[in-house]
């Protein structure tokens, strides 16, 4: 069965400092990799989309990475800011079929001033 | 503005009153989904639908029902709802190849079944 691991469930940080959150995944076939950023009671919304070829995207102050050999990716945020704070789903596709999308728990990030 | 409409917002009624969730989507995508977020189970597929008259389900679809009529919209109906659909709810949508394309979902739609 397709599954995503992400770790921790829970992060506080303080504003300004760098945290690196984790997604594990065992997909196959893969076809990319999704984070999501979601606000609390809002929709996700997209923040990198990385295919099998793809080792590192970056928007903004995020930065993901993936290693398609041991199914791993990070998102590493930089200066953190209280903006961030919000939900971060992993979601890998698995390429085509009725059931492509796996997503992640996500987890929860939380900024202090 | 490209976007993914979903109403109610909220809605808080009772068990077995049938209720409509209406998705619109204006972005002329193919493919529109229902998920359903609940605390530590993430978000959970109810219903896809690939095309206009083509849906199929996800995999939390007992105690739904969806229709593609026109492409743009996609409604979530509840026939007889029961308190353990009390959930946050979305709609999302992107192009036909879905698994390349990125997902737009909408601001979601909280229900509470009493």
């Known amino acids: 069965k397709n599954q995503v691991e992400q770790s921790p469930q829970s992060l506080i940080i303080l504003e300004g400092k760098n945290c690196t959150l984790q997604c594990n995944y065992t997909v196959s076939p893969f076809s990319n990799l999704r984070w999501y950023k979601q606000d609390t009671g809002r929709g996700p919304v997209s923040l990198t989309i990385m295919t099998f070829s793809e080792n590192t995207k970056s928007n903004g102050r995020y930065t993901a990475t993936l290693d398609a050999d041991t199914k791993q990716s990070s998102l590493h945020i930089t200066a953190s800011q209280l903006s961030d704070s919000a939900s971060y789903i992993c979601?890998?596709?698995?390429?085509?079929?009725?059931?492509?999308?796996?997503f992640g728990k996500g987890t929860h990030l939380i900024i202090q001033p | 503005e490209a976007q993914v409409t979903q109403n109610p917002r909220y809605l808080i009624t009772v068990t077995g009153k049938k209720l409509t969730v209406t998705c619109s989507q204006n972005?002329?995508?193919?493919?529109m989904s229902w998920y359903r977020q609940d605390p530590g189970l993430g978000l959970r597929q109810i219903y896809y639908s690939m095309n206009v008259e083509v849906t199929d389900k996800g995999d939390v679809p007992e105690g739904y029902k969806v229709s593609r009529k026109e492409k743009r919209n996609f409604p979530l109906i509840l026939e007889s709802p029961s308190p353990n659909q009390t959930s946050l709810y979305f709609c999302a949508s992107s192009f036909r190849d879905r698994n390349t394309g990125e997902l737009f979902f909408g601001e979601g739609s909280r229900l509470t079944v009493l």
């Open positions: 972005m002329n995508h193919e493919y």
């Open positions: 979601v890998v596709s698995a390429g085509g079929g009725a059931d492509g999308l796996t």
